[in-house]
């Protein structure tokens, strides 16, 4: 319960870029090198959540990690955090593990396609995701799901990159825009 409280609903969605709940952070090379996250403390973890995306992108090309180990972390830190910060709305863990599936066959066949491959995103509630319900936190668009994929959608499945939900959107951002 600890852990819960260190985290913000804010910082759980800006963190949704690497894994939809993990930790965006900067780490040394040598940590890096070495295949595990150093820690502030200079101690190694092994949490994949705390990759940058950098860092994830590194390891899954060098096939160090699959995708599917990546996605999975993320979405149970999704499970074990979202009841209390209600970060995201909606979590398509089926389709995001298929996603992973896929990218790991392709980089297992040396297909790789860029850094964003095999990286599991979250996408803010404001962006269409075909299939997927897209609010906008508004209750005129409580029932709304989109036929297609946004660009940006489309553009970061190219990429290979694997949504896996939509995160949750402040009120106060929808009406100013």
């Known amino acids: 319960m600890e852990e819960l409280l ?19 952070t900067l780490n040394s090379q040598k940590g890096l090198l070495a295949g595990m ?3 502030a403390g200079g101690g190694a973890s092994t949490d994949l959540t705390k990759l940058s995306i950098m860092e994830a992108s590194d390891l899954l090309r060098r096939r ?38 896929q990218a790991e066959n392709d980089i297992q066949r040396k297909n790789w396609r860029g850094p964003l491959h095999g990286i599991p995103i979250g996408l803010k509630d404001l962006i269409d995701t075909a299939g997927i ?15 297609q994929d946004a660009e940006v959608v489309l553009r970061l499945k190219r990429a290979g990159a694997s949504p896996d939900g939509h995160g949750a959107v402040e009120r106060s951002i929808v009406r100013a825009t």
């Not at 260190?6 to 965006?24: D, E, N, P, Q, Y």
């Not at 508004?138 to 989109?146: G, L, N, T």
């Open 133 to 147: 319900k897209t609010t906008c936190a508004s209750a005129v668009f409580a029932e709304r799901i989109p036929t």
């Open 37 to 39: 996250h150093t820690e």
């Open 64 to 101: 160090q990690i699959s995708p599917v180990e990546l996605t999975s972390a993320c979405l149970d830190r999704i499970e074990r955090l979202n009841p209390v910060l209600n970060a995201f709305i909606s979590v398509t863990a089926d389709a995001a593990i298929d996603q992973a599936r």
């Open 6 to 24: 260190m985290w913000s609903r804010r910082s759980i969605v800006k963190a949704g870029i690497l894994c939809a709940g993990g930790a965006l």
